[in-house]
């Protein structure tokens, strides 16, 4: 049995749809604080996937969930990593606290020989290499990112101690259909208000590497399959990136508006907010060297996932 956390969540919920494609069975625990049950209504009706509405908070649970599991996709987190949107107490809570009661019930199972974590490109900061490798620095700069790098630590310590394979994944910005926050989604909702205007988080010129959620599941599912014994961090990012300028031009031109565009730095630098970082490309050599390509640019990317959330949302 295969534990997907926050799989009703943008990504959890199209990894569990691609693992019951492929025939496997699947239980999701979701507190359903931001996904939707609704996100897997075409895999629940094949009858391979179980709900339930929990907590990750709730360390009883956690020891009833992971009952039969071998393998656990640790997607649930709070994602948001603008600060004045998130206090930090729910960063601790249900990034770190959440991910430590995981790991406790996984060490109780012995059952689990496989997690994957879905870690996040901020555990690096401001990073001075760019394509960032996975031997960088890391120095997350907002509280979002240190609480991934927390995770991150525990996991490794957890593998190694408890001797259960992990894979930390240090996803870019991952984009789609079911999305419901950062960049893309909020200038929608902006404009879905207003479409004469359109505020801009930042100076337009912050640059980061974008990937289709297609794209994004075909890497997960390569280092789940292929993943070795002990810990290992891996990247997934695009080979490029584009300026959030650009974003919202194709925003625009996907919604068929022409809006004013009004930029709004949080910083001299011109950051959307104080934690932003403002130029983000990983270095995804490691994930190539498992057979995986990017099938979309970053550009190609924003637009499907554009054309994805109109069609959701409006
Ligand atoms: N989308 C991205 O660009 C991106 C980039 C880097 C990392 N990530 C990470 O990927 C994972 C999935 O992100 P997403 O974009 O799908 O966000 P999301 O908000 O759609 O999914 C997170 C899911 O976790 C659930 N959840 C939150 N706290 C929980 C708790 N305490 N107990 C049980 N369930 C809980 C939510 O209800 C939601 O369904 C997160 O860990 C996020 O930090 C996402």
């Known amino acids: 049995m295969i534990l997907v956390t926050?799989?009703?969540?943008?990504?959890g919920s199209h990894l569990v749809d691609r693992l019951v494609s492929k025939g496997y069975s699947v239980r999701v625990l979701d507190n359903f604080s931001s996904g939707s049950i609704y996100f897997l209504r075409n895999s629940m009706k094949t009858g391979r996937v179980e709900v339930v509405a929990g907590d990750l908070r709730d360390r009883e649970l956690i020891d009833l969930v992971l009952r039969d599991v071998d393998v656990v996709f640790h997607m649930a987190a709070n994602p948001e990593v603008r600060i004045y949107l998130s206090p930090p107490s729910s960063h601790f809570d249900n990034n770190i606290v959440a991910t430590y009661n995981l790991l406790?019930?996984?060490?109780?199972s012995g059952?689990?020989?496989?997690?994957?974590?879905?870690?996040?490109?901020?555990?690096?900061?401001?990073?001075?290499?760019?394509?960032?490798?996975?031997?960088?620095?890391?120095?997350?700069?907002?509280?979002?990112?240190?609480?991934?790098?927390?995770?991150?630590?525990l996991i490794r310590a957890y593998s190694l101690t408890y001797g259960f394979k992990a894979v930390s994944l240090r996803y870019a910005n991952i984009i789609g259909s079911r999305l419901r926050h950062g960049v893309i989604y909020d200038f929608i909702m902006k404009l879905k208000r207003d479409p004469s205007v359109l505020e801009v988080l930042g100076d337009g010129t912050q640059e980061k590497s974008y990937l289709?959620?297609?794209?994004?599941?075909?890497?997960?599912?390569?280092?789940?399959?292929?993943m070795g014994n002990g810990y290992m961090d891996i990247n997934v990012s695009n080979d490029d990136w584009i300026k959030v300028s650009e974003i919202a031009a194709i925003v625009s031109r996907v919604m068929g508006v022409n809006p004013k565009i009004i930029y709004r730095p949080a910083t001299s630098d011109g950051r959307g907010w104080v934690g932003d970082v403002k130029k983000m490309l990983l270095s995804n050599k490691r994930l190539k060297s498992y057979g995986w390509r990017p099938r979309y640019t970053s550009r190609e990317a924003v637009e499907r996932a554009a054309k994805d959330l109109v069609s959701e949302l409006l």
């Open 6 to 11: 926050g799989g009703g969540g943008f990504i």
């Open 104 to 108: 406790e019930g996984i060490r109780r």
């Open 111 to 153: 059952s689990v020989e496989k997690l994957v974590f879905a870690s996040s490109s901020t555990v690096y900061g401001d990073p001075s290499v760019i394509p960032t490798p996975e031997d960088a620095d890391l120095k997350p700069i907002s509280v979002y990112g240190a609480s991934k790098l927390a995770c991150e630590s």
């Open 212 to 226: 289709y959620i297609d794209d994004a599941i075909d890497a997960t599912m390569v280092i789940a399959e292929k």
